[in-house]
């Protein structure tokens, strides 16, 4: 395939992998109160889990995504991963265990851990610096596009039946024959195994995505359980909020190129200060305006924060990010997904009453002020070139 000659049709073909890869977990969050009236024999924390546990096994599979590059070549990679995303996701729609259930999720991880790299990675591999910030806005943009139309599906799907949102996974079809049509089969190279150089030579933006996912996972894992428990929204309007919130990341992941380009010191404030507004409006009680300020907010921060990190890291590691950076910033934001429930509910219920609901978005406001530390901290005199 001459590349050149089909880089719109590459293009769409990489930023269909972006579609997938929100919904490995954020899919089947408005389905989760649903979920967890079904298995009501089992911890809070053992039906997040199932929005959750899937970045576990991302983690390890981009821990040895570099060796990976070496024994397959890219749309092989990328074709096994999204076989193994359908078969895995949409096969939890026949289980009625949730131990199988989880088992099912965490190979789903697999699966996401072997195409999230190559969905920013191939970007700065095909493209050049110059459009990197734009395309790296579209893939933002199309990972949330992916979030509005799972998380539609999954909450209408689960008013019918609660397995019923799996079948969302069934959309990994639509990238598998693009990539057996347009993605070139070729061999990444410059990949090296995770290190502490590595580590140390990004940490500003590895560290970075695991705070942002962590406090971006509070939103899924707990705005469904909150807003049940403080208003009689039902579970599609419940929902309809959770969708508006991945329209306006996608908005804001569309004009991110001319945002980077017009507030090139302050954009790398506007992901922790608007969690932080975010957070603390939803904090303030579960009324429909502070639901949809909240909303709106956090849509925003989470708009800007991934590619902006996405942005500056392919940019530092060149046309090798597939192999080196993307892995890492891959890890640290699965990372991220795993541990937010597992650091917010301890903490919610240690520093606050039992009975406090809205205690988790408490957390994200001070989870917020150690995001908006270390941007300060590691980027003050950063200003985006």
């Given at each position: 395939?001459?590349?050149k000659?089909?880089?719109?049709?590459?293009?769409?073909?990489?930023?269909?992998i972006?579609?997938?890869?929100?919904?490995?977990?954020?899919?089947?969050?408005?389905?989760?109160?649903?979920?967890?009236?079904?298995?009501s024999?089992?911890?809070?924390?053992?039906?997040?889990?199932?929005?959750?546990?899937?970045?576990?096994?991302?983690?390890?599979?981009?821990?040895?995504?570099?060796?990976?590059?070496?024994?397959?070549?890219?749309?092989?990679?990328?074709?096994?991963?999204?076989?193994?995303?359908?078969?895995?996701?949409?096969?939890?729609?026949?289980?009625?265990?949730?131990?199988?259930?989880?088992?099912?999720?965490?190979?789903?991880?697999?699966?996401?851990?072997?195409?999230?790299?190559?969905?920013?990675?191939?970007?700065?591999?095909?493209y050049?610096?110059?459009?990197?910030?734009?395309?790296?806005?579209?893939?933002?943009?199309?990972?949330?596009m992916?979030?509005?139309?799972?998380?539609?599906?999954?909450?209408?799907?689960?008013?019918?039946?609660?397995?019923?949102?799996?079948?969302?996974?069934?959309?990994?079809?639509?990238?598998?024959?693009?990539?057996?049509?347009?993605?070139?089969?070729?061999?990444?190279?410059g990949?090296?195994?995770?290190?502490?150089?590595?580590?140390?030579?990004?940490?500003?933006?590895?560290?970075?995505?695991?705070?942002?996912?962590?406090?971006?996972?509070?939103?899924?894992?707990r705005?469904?359980?909150?807003?049940?428990?403080?208003?009689?929204?039902s579970?599609?309007?419940?929902?309809?909020?959770?969708?508006?919130?991945?329209m306006v990341?996608?908005?804001?992941?569309?004009?991110?190129?001319?945002?980077?380009?017009?507030?090139r010191?302050?954009?790398k404030?506007?992901?922790?200060?608007?969690?932080?507004?975010?957070y603390?409006?939803?904090?303030?009680?579960?009324?429909?305006?502070?639901l949809?300020?909240g909303?709106?907010?956090?849509?925003?921060?989470?708009?800007v924060?991934?590619?902006?990190?996405?942005?500056?890291?392919?940019?530092?590691?060149?046309?090798?990010?597939?192999?080196?950076?993307?892995?890492?910033?891959?890890?640290?934001?699965?990372?991220?997904?795993?541990?937010?429930?597992?650091?917010?509910?301890?903490?919610?219920?240690?520093?606050?009453?039992?009975?406090?609901?809205?205690?988790?978005f408490?957390?994200?406001?001070?989870?917020?002020?150690?995001?908006l530390?270390?941007?300060?901290?590691?980027?003050?005199?950063?200003?985006?070139?």
């Amino acid at each position: 395939m001459n590349v050149k000659n089909n880089w719109g049709k590459l293009t769409w073909t990489i930023l269909s992998i972006s579609l997938l890869t929100v919904m490995a977990g954020a899919a089947i969050a408005p389905a989760l109160g649903i979920i967890r009236d079904h298995f009501s024999d089992a911890s809070d924390v053992l039906v997040q889990l199932i929005v959750s546990l899937p970045a576990l096994l991302i983690i390890v599979t981009n821990l040895v995504f570099p060796r990976l590059c070496r024994w397959m070549k890219t749309r092989t990679l990328a074709l096994t991963g999204l076989v193994l995303y359908v078969l895995t996701g949409a096969g939890c729609f026949f289980v009625d265990n949730i131990w199988i259930l989880l088992c099912l999720r965490a190979l789903l991880g697999l699966s996401v851990g072997m195409i999230m790299p190559l969905s920013t990675g191939l970007l700065a591999y095909y493209y050049p610096p110059e459009k990197q910030a734009g395309l790296m806005g579209l893939s933002a943009a199309m990972n949330q596009m992916g979030g509005v139309v799972a998380t539609l599906l999954a909450g209408l799907l689960a008013g019918i039946q609660w397995n019923y949102a799996f079948l969302v996974y069934l959309l990994g079809l639509i990238a598998a024959v693009m990539v057996l049509l347009f993605l070139p089969n070729e061999r990444l190279s410059g990949g090296s195994r995770p290190s502490l150089g590595l580590l140390k030579r990004f940490h500003p933006s590895v560290v970075g995505m695991f705070l942002v996912m962590v406090l971006f996972f509070i939103y899924p894992t707990r705005f469904a359980m909150s807003a049940h428990a403080g208003t009689d929204l039902s579970n599609n309007a419940i929902t309809f909020i959770m969708v508006g919130l991945d329209m306006v990341a996608f908005l804001v992941g569309l004009v991110f190129g001319k945002v980077m380009e017009n507030f090139r010191y302050g954009i790398k404030y506007m992901a922790p200060i608007g969690f932080m507004l975010g957070y603390y409006l939803l904090s303030m009680g579960s009324s429909l305006p502070l639901l949809l300020a909240g909303s709106v907010a956090i849509g925003i921060a989470n708009g800007v924060g991934v590619p902006y990190l996405n942005t500056i890291a392919s940019l530092k590691a060149g046309r090798t990010a597939a192999s080196t950076v993307m892995p890492l910033l891959s890890a640290a934001l699965y990372l991220g997904q795993f541990l937010s429930p597992l650091i917010v509910t301890p903490l919610s219920r240690a520093l606050f009453e039992p009975t406090d609901y809205l205690s988790p978005f408490k957390i994200g406001v001070m989870i917020s002020a150690i995001y908006l530390l270390q941007v300060f901290l590691t980027r003050k005199r950063q200003v985006v070139k």
